[in-house]
């Protein structure tokens, strides 16, 4: 379920406090004229999600600023998992990208087993053009078309290259959570 309603209604009351003559975010007053703040929530209002995300949740009164993402992918090796993403978003958005992180260990060649994620949009391609959906739909990508010549995990991605069927076997027994080459990997099918 989307957690929009809550962004909504804190628009509205800032709004209402704006026309009141009160300036600021009284709940959030470090928050209320950062720049990352307003681009993030423009963002957020402007955002046009994929079905193959299930929910997110935002909590920007803390530091850095969060976003908590699901998704599952409908085709590609991934197909039928749901995988947890955090957007950890800095005061220095949109001149530098958000960090993210996957919450499950996974088997896949660009995100290794700590959760970083390897995007080049997150790297050498991040401009401040880039937002939120440009996040959402790179993620997507990973999923549907993993990249085995840029890769985090090195086994993963050596697999993929060489063997994509032995790849897919070793994905799809990790994904219902089980240990492969002494790594643990957590459970993301029902």
Known sequence: MLKLRALAEAKAKAKAQEEAGVKGNSEHPSHAAKPA???L???LDN???PKEILEYT?????????VNLSLKPDIGYYAGGTYYFNL???DTYPMEPPVVKCMQRIYHPN???DGNVCLNLLREDWTPALDLQSIVIGLLFLFHEPNGKDPLNQDAAKT???DPSRFEAKLNYTLRGSNIDGVWYDKVMN
């Open 111 to 113: 995100i290794d087993i």
């Open 41 to 43: 929530q423009k963002d």
């Open 58 to 66: 935002t909590h920007l009164n803390e530091t850095p600023m969060r």
């Open 37 to 39: 703040l307003l681009r």
């Open 160 to 162: 993929l290259m060489e």
């Open 47 to 49: 955002i046009d999600l």
């Open 88 to 90: 950890f978003v800095k």
